[in-house]
Nanobody
Framework: QVQLIESGGGLVQAGGSLKLSCAAS????????MGWFRQAPGSEREFLAA????????FHAPSMEGRFTISRDNAKNTVYLQMNSLKPDDTAVYYC?????????????????WGQGTQVIVSS
């Protein structure tokens, strides 16, 4: 059974940082792309970043580049999202996802597996 379990969310003041983790289990993900998305109330699910398990190629949404960084630890089967200079607009539920596509997909419907999400609240 595939499981993606996010952690690291919480309450942070504007300007602060958080590092989210996504622990993957249940299958071999070496040929997969891992992605981070977020969804605020009343908004669509928004792509943030993607990374290939094999080779480590990354793509960050242009609006996030410079503040958010995706990385992975193959030995731990864990993907991370480092978030810096957080703003109240970053408040959302953050999701980890896995896609069988090799093209660093940016659309939620290209992802096959999803975690349950972790809440991030940025206070002003």
């Amino acid at each position: 059974q595939v499981q993606l379990i996010e952690s690291g969310g919480g309450l942070v003041q504007a300007g602060g940082s958080l590092k989210l983790s996504c622990a993957a289990s249940g299958r071999t993900f070496s040929d997969y792309t891992m992605g981070w998305f977020r969804q605020a109330p009343g908004s669509e699910r928004e792509f943030l970043a993607a990374i290939r398990w094999s080779g480590g190629s990354t793509f960050h949404a242009p609006s996030m580049e410079g503040r958010f960084t995706i990385s992975r630890d193959n030995a731990k089967n864990t993907v991370y999202l480092q978030m810096n200079s957080l703003k109240p607009d970053d408040t959302a539920v953050y999701y980890c996802a896995a896609s069988a596509l090799v093209t660093l997909p940016r659309y939620w419907y290209d992802y096959d597996y999803w975690g349950q999400g972790t809440q991030v609240i940025v206070s002003s």
